[in-house]
């Protein structure tokens, strides 16, 4: 087994560095503008407030383009100033690394889907209780159509004043999502064991999308510029028995790149990893959350002793804010949560903190509070530790 | 040969706007009700029309499997969000708080039996115990074998009450019973529930087994008192049943409910027959490998139209 060493040490050479896993709640007047709805005095006042805080430069342009009908120009102007609105949120936070908030982007699904070949969707599945998504169905051979995350990338390079980190959502997490008709269909002639020939065919789809879809999206990326790259794989422990394919996807996905790469997972056992996860040949960070299942007393990062057990010394990213409760994680609770992950692993150049995923389901309050509290939490943890 | 569903349908695009809406306090709850109405409705009347022996409620405003019981049960509060098995579906987790029982609570919201069902007979598709018991948290009970008796033991009442009101086919979700891999000890004590839910029960059973492969406990469930066991042979190949003496019925679970490819008929016909000539059973039924509702709701429908195509043909 590969003992795994290699990582990237921050650029900006403090310990503790503050990411962002990816999402942030779209802007109530960008889903107005975006669905032609006349944009609302409460949602002018959001703009207003948080333009106000986050030092945003451009609130007034903004309000130039609100004012006018949507058309293809306008509506690409406006998304490019979401970007610049998320950015700007992200770094008066105080973040070391920060995105656009997938301003740009439907979801993580559905927008790499939608911009790939291959996928029909037919319409709605339950995710729980009254919450839906859209469910794609793979019916051809997979393919790349466009680069669907380069001109975002293109433009938060050029605007941010701070480190960059690109989410992307991984081929492991594209398949498990999608319904595999394409690749099942040329092997259905075998019955008698349909379960192994599923499998079978889940492999071939997530490789096709590493290899057609993924990768050359990554080589978009890395040729436009990018340093960092997530690859976020939210649903890589659902079938404990494919946890390989991840790992080969990812491998297929980032073999030779020079970029810096990490994965996101999250709401899993992470014991079902190991080994298997060792295999990742090019990636420097695992980001991981914990504070969603967390009790106040750092028990939930107990799991960080896997990395020790397992030799696995790559950098951590500590989820340690909640993005599914509105409580706001004191900057004292994020201390000890560091404190206690440096207790663990040993080496505090190795952690760098975040929440838990991405915080696209908060307001845009509890979102700032949190990661404004992580910033904060992170210094404190600075100041004792250095 | 009958062929029949097996718990949960999709919403219709039109209820999931609906419910959607309702979420965000712009739908009433009767607007709401009204809406599940139209969707029980159009798929009685989708089964009836297909023939089916036994028509079912499609579950419609059941927000999991467990979750119509933390009402129904005294005992039971609801916990988190929790995967439900290996899907990209979640599930709030029951958490047993105090003794759970059966108190005589009203069943017509979650099980429906009014509609006109054209001579067809109702199937009402309930948690097994073993699988209630093991995605609950246990707060209550000092022993696991206390409380899946406990849950055997209401499921009883429970179901008793729904045979008054017009069920005769009874048919218990046990994906558990394949994906974790219960003891020999475990397997007793699921054995000795289901002689407590199906003693005297006087209608029609079933076990129906998903997400795993049945070929692992087999040995186990084959002899337990329901009339029928249900097999998903997306996750069971078939040569792992053939060394057994299957007296009863096998609910052949060849339409693949967790993904959207359409079966064929020629292969479900020689996968059927397959199940008939290796394993011997005493019947075959066809049915989904579990329930629909992973699927978008036309292409359930479609489905649900091969599933009525091949009972007859292969007949």
Known sequence: ?386 | MEGHLTGAFPRSEALVEASRAAARGRVSPDELEAAYARDVEALVNLQTQAKVEFVVDGQLNWKDLFRPFSELLTGIRLGGLTRWFDNNTFYRKPIIVDKVRYAGASLDTYFRCSLPHNGARWKAVLPGPYTFAVMSQNTAYSSFGDLIDALAHSLKDVISELKKAGFEYFQFNEPSICFSEPSKNELQLIKQAYEVLVKGIGAKTALHTYFGDAGKVIDSIIDFSTDCIGIDFYATSIASLVEHDFTKEIGCGCIDARNSLLETPDVLRKLIRKVEDDVAPKAVYVTPNCDLEFLPQNIAVKKFHILAEAKETVA
């Open chain 1, 1 to 386: 087994m590969q003992k795994q060493r290699k990582r990237l040490r921050d650029h900006t050479n403090k310990l503790f560095p503050v990411q962002e896993i990816g999402s942030l709640p779209k802007p109530p007047w960008l889903i107005s503008y975006l669905r032609g709805r006349a944009v609302e005095k409460p949602e002018l006042e959001h703009l207003a407030k948080w333009s106000k805080i986050s030092g945003f430069e451009a609130e007034k342009d903004i309000r130039a383009v609100l004012s006018q009908p949507k058309t293809a120009e306008t509506e690409k102007r406006i998304r490019n100033f979401a970007s610049l609105f998320a950015i700007r949120f992200l770094e008066s936070a105080g973040l070391d690394y920060v995105y656009d908030g997938e301003a740009n982007r439907i979801e993580m699904y559905e927008h790499p889907i939608r911009h790939s070949e291959g996928f029909e969707f037919y319409g709605h599945v339950r995710s729980f209780d009254d919450r839906y998504y859209r469910k794609a169905a793979c019916v051809r051979k997979v393919g790349f159509r466009d680069a669907y995350h380069l001109d975002e990338f293109t433009y938060a390079k050029q605007a941010a004043k701070r480190k960059i980190k690109v989410p992307v959502t991984g081929p492991y997490t594209l398949a498990e999502w999608s319904f595999n008709e394409f690749y099942q269909r040329r092997l259905a002639d075998d019955y008698h064991d349909l379960s192994k020939l599923k499998s079978e065919a889940k492999r071939e789809l997530v490789l096709d999308i590493a290899t057609q879809i993924i990768r050359p999206n990554l080589q978009a990326l890395v040729d436009a510029g990018a340093e960092w790259i997530q690859i976020d794989e939210p649903a890589v422990t659902t079938k404990p028995g494919e946890i390989p394919f991840f790992v080969e996807a990812f491998n297929e996905s980032t073999a030779g790149l020079s970029c810096k790469f990490s994965v996101h997972i999250c709401y899993s056992d992470y014991r079902v990893l190991y080994p298997d996860i060792l295999e990742l040949k090019n990636c420097s960070q695992l980001a991981l959350e914990f504070a969603n299942r967390d009790d106040d007393t750092a028990a939930a990062y107990a799991q960080l002793q896997l990395l020790n057990e397992f030799e696995d010394e790559r950098e951590v990213g500590l989820g340690v804010a909640d993005v599914h409760v509105d409580d706001v994680e004191e900057p004292s609770l994020i201390c000890g949560r560091i404190k206690y992950a440096v207790k663990t692993l040993g080496d505090p150049k190795r952690i760098y903190v975040n929440p838990d995923c991405g915080l696209r389901t908060r307001s845009w309050d509890i979102a700032y509070s949190k990661l404004s509290n992580i910033a904060e939490g992170a210094e404190m943890a600075r100041r004792e530790i250095s």
